[in-house]
């Protein structure tokens, strides 16, 4: 397991493009035939990818952990951004729709991974046992955002929340924007009691997503690929456009999941 360790704001200040990359872009999520996974200190999340293809692929327990099952302390939240697949949770088979969603609850023990899936895993230490639950595409909490004319139209579909999955800290959804619509989050926002990842998907080859962030005086950019994850600290604002249209999963773990206490910064306050 790949550890990023926290880093400050006044740290980011210094950093060239290849350190802030470094740092908060994870490029190489996807492995064919692998779980790859992620160990962020903000917060204590981890980030992970399982792209199982000749058989299935069973989630590890990094030594990190200190733990017999990756769920003896933790929540998991995944996201199948592949074709329909199933996922396995102690001998229970969840076939997960393409971008459907699968909350694991703490105590939860072998987990495993089916073909042709390409599960991203998003995971936050968990003080209190939830169900397993799988939610479909079209059955989370839909909100319609933006409009054509600001370039943002969006479809944002909330898996796991206070009033959907029932989770300890995890909140987890999917975005997806229109045809001819390239921006996410805008005005862009923060919000100091969680942090957020963003994980960018449906990008074409030949496109891009520049993804926002950095304290919103003097914020920093980074050039985002297709199956590429952004880390992003809670006093980080999080916001980005593409080159065309795209989907992206979005999760978040701190003290609240009250998805609307954000701190938004209009665009004319960005520098």
């Known amino acids: 397991m790949e550890n990023r360790y926290s880093c400050a704001p006044e740290h980011v200040k210094t950093m060239d493009t290849a350190e802030l990359r470094g740092r908060f872009l994870v490029e190489d999520l996807f492995r064919d035939g692998e779980v790859k996974l992620v ?6 999340v981890i980030l992970g990818g399982a792209v ?4 299935p692929l069973t989630l590890p327990v990094p030594p990190e952990l200190r733990a017999q099952n990756f769920c003896d302390r933790r929540a998991l939240g995944l996201i199948n951004v592949g074709p329909d ?3 396995t949770v102690d001998g229970t088979e969840y076939v997960i729709k393409t971008k459907g969603c699968l909350y694991v609850g703490r105590g939860a023990g072998e ?4 073909a042709p899936g390409r599960f991203y895993l998003y995971s ?6 939830f169900p397993t639950t799988l939610v479909q595409p079209g059955e989370g909490d839909k909100r319609e955002l933006g409009e054509q004319a600001t370039s943002n139209k969006r479809t944002l579909n909330r898996y796991i929340h206070p009033d959907g999955i029932q989770s300890c800290q995890l909140s987890m959804g999917v975005t997806e924007l229109a045809e001819g619509s390239m921006w996410n989050t805008m005005p862009a926002h923060t919000h100091d009691r969680r942090m957020e990842a963003y994980l960018y998907f449906d ?5 891009r997503v520049v993804h926002l962030m950095g304290e919103p005086e003097e914020t920093r950019h980074l050039i985002v690929a297709n199956e590429q994850a952004v880390i992003s600290p809670s006093w980080s ?5 593409g080159t065309r249209a795209y989907s992206f999963v979005w999760a978040m773990a701190g003290e609240n999941q009250d998805f609307d206490d954000m701190d938004h910064r209009p665009i004319d306050t960005l520098r």
């Not at 199982?52 to 058989?55: A, I, K, L, R, Y």
């Not at 990008?203 to 496109?207: I, K, L, P, T």
């Open 39 to 44: 160990y962020s200190h903000h917060d204590r």
């Open 237 to 241: 604002i999080h916001s980005g456009v």
């Open 52 to 55: 199982p293809t000749d058989g």
């Open 124 to 129: 936050a230490p968990a003080h209190a046992s």
């Open 111 to 114: 987990i495993t991974f089916a």
């Open 85 to 87: 697949a199933a996922v």
């Open 203 to 207: 990008v074409a080859d030949d496109a």
